[in-house]
């Protein structure tokens, strides 16, 4: 069992800033040999990727809270929980990510109040939170989150599938993203 020294947003502060940063999502791990997989990823990492999905919000199931129990369990790195759940649970699901091991939470701007509720709720319970953005909802969408989120995540693909190509639109997305947060006053990190 491997201890954290650092957890929530010290965790991810303590993060280097000379440098691009390797979140690997474990959505590609296999999950019959998951410590074998992290020990194998951990030396290369700065932080794990988790990505939970409710089948609603994206076409399939993805992670669960036990497993990020035991994943917390088996790494010193800090995780990142993106919940790509409907609005109705993402309140819950952050609470009990957070109760689980997660030291940063990503919620969906689409998700609405009850997204920004479950960003204040992360802050609560000791994580940080960022937001994402689909590739279809306009990028304007962030806005609201601007003043409480550390980062902002612009997805590249359509969600919940692998192997896409790079859409046409991330760049541009990029660009305006970055425009709508130096108008915003806000300096956080953007990933895509």
């Known amino acids: 069992m491997t201890m954290k020294t650092l957890s929530g947003p010290a965790a991810i502060a303590a993060l280097p800033r000379n440098r691009l940063l390797g979140e690997f999502s474990l959505w590609s791990a296999d999950l019959a040999n998951m410590e074998r997989d992290l020990k194998r990823i951990e030396p290369h990492v700065d932080l794990h990727h988790i990505d939970v999905a409710d089948a609603r919000f994206t076409p399939g199931f993805l992670f669960f809270p036990d497993l990020v129990k035991r994943i917390a369990r088996l790494t010193a790195r800090p995780i990142h929980v ?37 960003v204040r709720l992360a802050h609560e319970l000791g994580a940080e939170a960022g937001v994402v953005l689909r590739l279809e909802t306009p990028v304007a969408a962030v806005t ?8 902002v995540t612009l997805l590249g693909t ?30 956080a990190d953007i990933i895509l």
């Open 144 to 151: 609201p989150f601007l003043p409480e989120v550390a980062f």
């Open 158 to 187: 359509s969600i919940g599938v692998k192997g896409q190509s790079l859409s046409d639109q991330a760049c541009p997305r990029l660009i305006e993203a970055r425009t709508l947060m130096r108008q915003a006053g806000r300096e």
């Open 82 to 118: 993106h919940l790509m759940v409907e609005a109705e649970i993402v309140e819950e699901q952050t609470r009990q990510f957070i109760e689980t091991g997660a030291d940063l939470i990503s919620v969906h701007a689409e998700n609405g109040e009850a997204g920004l509720r479950a």
